[in-house]
């Protein structure tokens, strides 16, 4: 399985970006994907998450102001940025909690390599 987050990018303050996480390889479902961050110096933080019944939870710094949803049909997540603050300059990671076909009858963790959002004031 392969997760793969893209959409990051430099945007001034006040200004909206969408990334998107695609999951790829043997899935036999998904349960939980998400979006974490993290700033330099600082440790990884969640920001949304989204079960497979539509269920959101998000840090209470970007409440309002992120949307996460996902499209089960192409295994892919998305988290639309609106109002974005120098203060959400960070890497962005995409996670799925999911069971692999043919594999262990439990979910595993999977993690996608980072996409660098850079606000400017």
């Known amino acids: 399985v392969q997760l793969q987050a893209s959409g990051g990018g430099l945007v001034q303050a006040g200004g909206s970006l969408r990334l998107s996480c695609a999951a790829s390889g043997r899935i036999f479902s998904i349960n939980v994907m998400g979006w974490y961050r993290q700033a330099p110096g600082k440790q990884r933080e969640l920001v949304a998450t989204?079960?497979?019944?539509?269920?959101?939870n998000y840090a209470d710094s970007v409440k309002g102001r992120f949307t996460i949803s996902r499209d089960n049909a192409k295994n892919t997540t998305y988290l639309q940025m609106n109002s974005l603050k120098p203060e959400d300059t960070a890497v962005y990671y995409c996670?799925?909690?999911?069971?692999?076909?043919?594999?262990?009858?439990?979910?595993?963790?999977?993690w996608g390599k980072g996409t660098l959002v850079t606000v400017s004031s």
């Open positions: 989204i079960i497979s019944g539509g269920s959101t």
């Open positions: 996670k799925g909690t999911i069971r692999v076909s043919g594999g262990p009858n439990y979910p595993m963790h999977y």
